[in-house]
Structure formats: C-alpha cells, structure tokens
C-alpha cells in the first residue's frame, strides 16, 4: 500500500504578489502585475505533491474573514485538506518582486491547545505505519515545542516525520529523532550558531544537528543547488543547465522538500530524491507560483544530465 502523506500547516497564508518595473522607497509604486492565492509552507508542499500526482492530505490551522477565498481556491486545485482553528485571521503575506524579492510575513496567530490535541486525535486514528507527516513553516508565539511534540507523536506511530523549520522551533525537536530536515544555508547558520562561508562549514554545521538526532538532512543552497547529509553520505547537486531566468523564488524551498519526499517513497534511493529535489525546487523558482508537472518534466529529461557528487 502506498504511503500517505500529511503536511501540517499551523501558519498558512495568501500571499500577495506584487511585480514592479523597479520598486521605489518612499514612493508611489505601481505593480504591473498582481495575483493572490493560497499559501505558506505546508501549503506549497501540498501544492507541488498534487502537480506530482503524490496522494496527500493538508491539515489547516485557520481562522477569520478570508478563510473563504482561501478553501475556495484550494478546493479549485483539488488540495484535500482537514481544518482546524487558529485563534487569529488566516495571514496575509507581501512578495515585492522587480529585479531583487522582499517579503512581508506576518508573525503566525496564536492555536488553543484543545484544537492542537485534536490534530494529534486525528493523526493517532489515521496515520499508519509508514506514512509520512510534514510539519513546516514558522509556529505560534505559544507553541515553541509543538514540533517536538509532532515528531514525538509521528514516531510512536511508527511514521516518519519531516521537519521545515529552524532555531528554537528546530533545536527542540532534533532530539526526538525526525526522519528529515531541511533547512537552508541561513537557517542552518542561525540553528547552529556557527559560522558559514564554505562547504566544509557546511557539512560541519549539519553533522552537529545529526550528533543530536536528525537522522537525514538536506540542505537548500538556492543557485548552488543542495547537499544531502545523513550518519552514512553525503552528496551534493548542483542545478541543471536549463538557460531559464529565476521569476519567483517564493515556495522553491517546499517545492524542493515535496519533490525529494515523493522520490524517496518511490524510489527508496536518496541520489534520486536529491535530483527530484533540484528539479522541483528550480522549477518553481522559473515560475510565477508552484511548479506544474509539465515544467518539471521538461527539466527532468535527461535526469542523467545532473551530476551528484559523493563528497
């Protein structure tokens, strides 16, 4: 029977895009092309599960006046979801976009813990033996622990759980073993507290979180591609030759996780996931939004083109 997937969303968002010609300070700045939808972390890798035809279910923490638009728009693109209730109205995030990217993210409303045990409940009478839980995205001022609490949970029933985060939210969970983590070289920095500046460093900084517990890593290097790191390997990918130009980096990193998380379960092979990896991470950085299957497969052949280097 195939895995299920359940990626865990304490914090979505819609995002605004705003595209500008050349965005000014301290100006009026008018957009030449806007779009809204649903989004934050958990929701991208849904997003990108779906376009991969990877079974998946959403479980929401939601809230407020927009929560309309936002289910109207995930029930438009076939995302299953369960929903439970954040405390707060659902986040409205800013991408300004001209030739550089700024982001506003709003600080993630609070959750009662009676609407937390209920996610748990829900996990404990569906997850199976195998199955994969995905938890991603900032936390609630109020919930420091909860990914601890989610790998913690994961584990007992036997999943596999795949942790998004970083600093006190990360540090807190490591010990419990997550099966995977995947942070960037920014977020790596700030969840180590060391220093950064090349790929010795790198590998560094990640053998300290699997001295802790982590037992698979992959690490997001933007243009530089990524690097995969557990107890037994390490290997590192580079981005393929495809001559396309970054358009929205927005959801590259999920899109990245989706892609590795949907080849390992097929594949069982890590060099693989890593490449899935790259592909899907590119691919919706060359794209206004997630990435669709079309792109991805014109980027995947030939898949042999990308080069992982055993260091």
Known sequence: ???????????????????????????????????????GKGIHVSMILNNLNVKNESIIFSNGDFENYFYTNLDKINIKYKKFKSEGD?????????????????QA????????????????????EGDYVIATGSVPSNMSNIYSEIVELT?????????????????????????LIKPNLEELAFTTKMQISNEKEIIQAAQSLLKKGAQNILISMGSDG?????????????????????????GAGDSMLGGFISEF???????????KSIICGSATAYS????????????????????????
């Open 226 to 250: 990524g690097i995969f790191i557990n107890k037994n390997q390490i290997l590192k990918c580079p981005i393929g030759n495809w001559n396309k130009q970054t358009v929205n980096v927005a």
């Open 288 to 311: 206004n939004k997630i990435a669709s299957i079309e792109l991805i497969n014109e980027l995947t052949v030939p898949i042999e083109d990308i080069k992982v280097t055993n260091l």
């Open 155 to 179: 584990n007992s029933l036997k999943g596999h759980c795949v942790i998004d985060a970083f600093g006190e939210s990360l540090n807190l969970c490591i010990d419990k073993k997550p099966f």
């Open 1 to 39: 029977m195939a895995n299920n997937i359940y990626v865990i969303s304490l914090s979505p968002a819609i995002d605004y895009i705003l595209k500008f010609d050349e965005l000014i300070k301290d100006k009026t700045n008018r957009p030449y092309f806007t779009e809204m939808y649903p989004a």
């Open 265 to 275: 379960i097929k594949t069982n092979d890590y060099t693989q996931a890593l490449k």
């Open 90 to 106: 659902i986040r409205i995030n800013l991408k300004l976009i001209d030739a550089q990217q700024t982001e506003c993210s709003v």
């Open 109 to 128: 409303p609070s959750i009662n813990q009676i609407e937390i045990n209920k996610m748990k409940e829900y996990l404990k009478n569906n997850l199976q």
